[in-house]
């Protein structure tokens, strides 16, 4: 079982639709979890990251956490051709980030 | 420009010669990782420093591969007797103490293993 799993992809909406994007992890101890977005050859950047169990939102971006279900979600609402790129959810564990295999969004005009 | 620096951006070479990087963290930034990329995958952790001492360092890394950060500054990244499928983007990012997780990365350099 791989320690992150993202939800296959390419995930694909239309301009202004919502785009949900899904994480789930192995590691029962993982404390801190965060989503980075990458653009087509730029290296990852932090989007968001959450920490508590429930929801946290920051603009058009909401992150929700169930650390019962080991599940991390990403929701990103009225969805921009902007906004497409691959998307990596994070794990930390014992000091270190482990990255799932991401997944890519296209947003269509 | 206060960024994580990578240096060479692109590098081309043979089987079986060593290759080095550099990565020049945000100065202030007690932590530095090192992740490698291939297509259409995540980042895969390699290794990781705490100022100049390596905390962790891989299962999965072939002990071709030897990281240094000499008096918690930049850091070098070793390959030595290059394969084939070592051919991915290297990644250097940095980060402040008891702040896991919110890296910052620089912008990578390209291996290709000819």
């Known amino acids: 079982q791989k320690e992150v799993e993202q939800n296959s992809g390419p995930l694909s909406v239309p301009e202004g639709a919502i785009a949900s994007l899904n994480c789930t992890y192995s590691?029962?101890?993982?404390?801190?979890f965060f989503w980075y977005r990458q653009y087509s050859g730029k290296s990852p950047e932090l989007i968001m990251f959450?920490?508590?169990?429930g929801d946290k939102e920051d603009g058009r971006f909401t992150a929700q956490l169930n650390k019962a279900s080991q599940y991390v979600s990403l929701l990103i609402r009225d969805s921009q051709p902007s906004d497409s790129a691959t998307y990596l959810c994070?794990?930390?564990?014992?000091?270190?980030?482990?990255f799932g295999q991401g997944t890519i969004l296209t947003v269509h005009p | 420009d206060t960024g994580v620096s990578q240096d060479p951006r692109h590098k081309i070479t043979k089987r079986g010669q060593n290759v080095t990087f550099r990565c020049d963290p945000i100065s202030e930034h007690n932590r530095l990782y090192w992740y490698r990329q291939t297509l259409g995958q995540g980042p895969e952790f390699l290794t990781y420093?705490?100022?100049?001492?390596?905390?962790?360092k891989s299962r999965l890394l072939s002990d071709r591969f030897s990281a240094e950060r000499p008096k918690g500054s930049f850091s070098t990244l070793e390959i030595q007797r290059t394969e084939q499928g070592d051919s991915a983007m290297y990644l250097c990012?940095?980060?402040?103490?008891?702040?896991?997780?919110?890296?910052?990365f620089g912008e990578g350099s390209r291996l290709t293993v000819l």
């Open positions: 420093f705490q100022n100049e001492a390596q905390l962790e």
């Open positions: 994070a794990v930390t564990s014992y000091g270190k980030l482990t």
């Open positions: 990012a940095s980060s402040l103490l008891g702040i896991t997780g919110e890296l910052f």
């Open positions: 590691d029962r101890g993982s404390q801190s």
């Open positions: 959450i920490y508590s169990n």
